[in-house]
């Protein structure tokens, strides 16, 4: 069946630290990946993608790792801070237009 | 500046009222999504459109439908509202080609009584 799973619910840093969220996804054949920001009271804005025949790729402080060996995506933020308090899906292309959602992962930054 | 507007940030209905939630982007976009969002499950798809009155049906549909009449609109209508449709509902909009983001609205907060 479906399924786009995150390991951490909620995942706590202090401001400053590197960030690492996980994703698992169980479809072999996915080709697209994508990482969404949601903060509070505000839809998903998007944050970085990534296609199938990379391993990673590089944003501004953030980073999205893809491990097609475990099927496994990661993104990174690198000297978090404050406002990057949210909520953050990652997604799976699946089929024509199609995106699957994971479940989330909160994010809160103390400083 | 891309926009995805939906018509209400709020809304409250009682059980067996007809509700239409509108959303309009502003992009050109082809492609236009209703998800709907709830804790613990993420987002799930109910139904996308790909062209002016074109539909396909998401993960679930049941207990909705929707309309594309223009471009640029896409309303999501629920025909007799239930409890269990209490939730954020979300409207999305991207460009048909094969690897395109989705541009999301702020989400319609539905409460049914």
């Known amino acids: 069946g479906e399924s786009v799973g995150l390991h951490l619910p909620t995942l706590s840093v202090q401001e400053g630290d590197n960030s690492i969220i996980n994703c698992a996804y169980s479809?072999?054949?996915?080709?697209?990946f994508i990482w969404y920001k949601q903060e509070s009271g505000k839809g998903p804005q998007f944050i970085i993608d990534i296609r199938s025949n990379m391993d990673k790729r590089q944003g501004q402080r953030v980073t999205v790792l893809l491990n097609k060996t475990v099927k496994h995506l990661s993104l990174q933020i690198a000297a978090t801070q404050p406002g990057d308090s949210a909520v953050y899906f990652c997604a799976e292309k699946r089929g024509f237009q199609k995106l699957v959602f994971g479940t989330g992962t909160r994010l809160l930054v103390s400083p | 500046d891309v926009k995805v507007t939906q018509s209400s940030r709020y809304l409250v209905k009682r059980t067996g009222e007809k509700v239409f939630l509108e959303c309009v982007q502003d992009?050109?976009?082809?492609?236009m999504f209703w998800y709907r969002q709830d804790p613990g499950l993420g987002l799930r798809l109910i139904y996308f459109s790909y062209d002016v009155k074109m539909k396909e049906k998401g993960d679930i549909p049941e207990g909705y439908s929707v309309s594309r009449e223009k471009k640029e609109r896409f309303s999501l209508i629920l025909e007799s509202a239930s409890t269990n449709q209490t939730s954020m509902y979300l409207c999305?909009?991207?460009?048909?080609?094969?690897?395109?983001?989705?541009?999301f609205g702020s989400g319609t907060q539905l409460s049914v009584l």
């Open positions: 479809n072999s054949a996915s080709d697209y």
């Open positions: 999305a909009s991207s460009r048909q080609s094969p690897n395109e983001k989705l541009f």
């Open positions: 992009m050109d976009h082809e492609n």
